[in-house]
């Protein structure tokens, strides 16, 4: 690979979150920067929202060169995504929410790991708040995601999220992200499967990078976003990625009296749930979030 001179920028997607998008500028104009300084952009693309975010952004004053972008009407994820993409100047592309907020050290962390480690991608650590405090337990659980690797190990393509990482400019070049994916979920997981393909053994963890996803959504809400992703996105993955999801239950995906089966999955998960039992609540929630998954896409499937 050429090498290109280290800087980044830093890519922000939101829809809807002028509240929260304040306190991430904020959290940018406080991160701390790596010596030699490297040069540092910072874009922000829209999805539509009607609640000014973007005029919000244009507004602020922030101690890095940026630029905002927007959309006429909700487009999704990926379609914003890409824009940021198109318009990035630099070297190494740092992925963010607006609904996120930024440990100071977060950047120095990466440029750390980029000048130390071989790597094409790099992870940080994601730090949830909920107030539904049993699942934001689960969601920072030592066994979940980023979470179960120490700094700078190779991880596996499925951990690879744009809540907080940073992939270098040249596989964008490669791999394109999948525009058939326009509901909730699903474009990490297509992106970084092609990725691994392309470019094995180049993801890295780099747990001390460290951001703050305030507000998360708690169990019920998410549970209802990921029957979405089950009906309308998971249609579109490949079969690699629909075998990973499912597991054993991708056997036997065709066989339409599941579908009631997942249903009282999901009901007797909820009756378990509200027991807050400390040594099985991880399980509870790991099966409720893959029987949502499951039920949306056998509803789809009738």
Known sequence: MKHFPLSVSLIVIGYNTKISLKSLLISINRLALPAPTV?????????GSKDGSLEFFNNFKLKFKKRGCGFDSNVGRVAVTNRGVVLANNTWFWFV???????KNALI??????NAFTALAFMGKIVYSSGDLVFE???????RGINCYSHNDYIHYKNLLFGNSIIHFSVFNKIKLNHKLIKYGGEELDFSFLFNQ?????????????????????????LVRLTEFGKYNVQFLNNENKALLFGVFYIFISLSFLRSFFVCCIFLMRVLYKFDLPFINYYIIR?????????GYMVRSK
């Open 287 to 295: 099966f409720s979030l893959l029987c949502a998954v499951l039920r």
């Open 109 to 114: 962390e990466f440029v750390n790991s980029i």
């Open 137 to 143: 337990k689960y969601l920072n659980n030592n066994k």
């Open 198 to 222: 392309s470019f094995p053994m180049s993801m890295r963890a780099c747990s001390l990078s460290v951001v703050f996803r305030n507000n998360h959504p708690g169990l019920e809400e998410h």
């Open 39 to 47: 040069p540092l952009e910072v874009l922000y693309i829209d999805d």
């Open 97 to 103: 929410r607006s609904n996120i907020t930024l440990d």
